[in-house]
């Protein structure tokens, strides 16, 4: 079992900066596959990024790739997303997600993670 705590969410501007952490409970993090993904109102939860149990592999979506950076500290069972170069058509509830090793399926399905924290708003202002 893994409990997942997003924080960092906020009102900025677009152009502004934003990191994004999500704090992992248990003591197998390391074991897991992690993943953001984002909810704006009316529209599906979509796949922002994911990074492997090591750190690498890291895959993205292309609407974030080259602005947003997926990373992880095993130690501190936290992962993290920093997001640059922000636009209004960022907003949305971001959400970190846990996949276990022995799920099948891909990275970029909501469908094939394990457990997902409670989420965290995000407003980009223009």
């Known amino acids: 079992q893994v409990q997942l705590e997003e924080s960092g969410g906020g009102l900025v501007l677009a152009g502004d900066s934003l990191r994004l952490s999500c704090a992992a409970s248990g003591r197998t993090f390391s074991s897991y596959e992690m993943g953001w993904f984002r909810q704006a109102p009316g529209k599906e939860r979509e796949f922002i990024a994911a990074?492997?149990?090591?750190?690498?592999?890291?895959n993205y979506a292309d609407s974030v790739k080259g602005r947003f950076v997926i990373s992880r500290d095993n130690a501190k069972n936290t992962v993290y997303l920093q997001m640059n170069s922000l636009k209004p058509e960022d907003t949305a509830v971001y959400y970190c997600a846990a996949r276990s090793r022995y799920t099948s399926g891909s990275y970029y399905s909501p469908s094939d993670y394990d457990y997902w924290g409670q989420g965290t708003q995000v407003t980009v202002s223009s």
């Open positions: 990074i492997s149990r090591g750190g690498s592999p890291r």
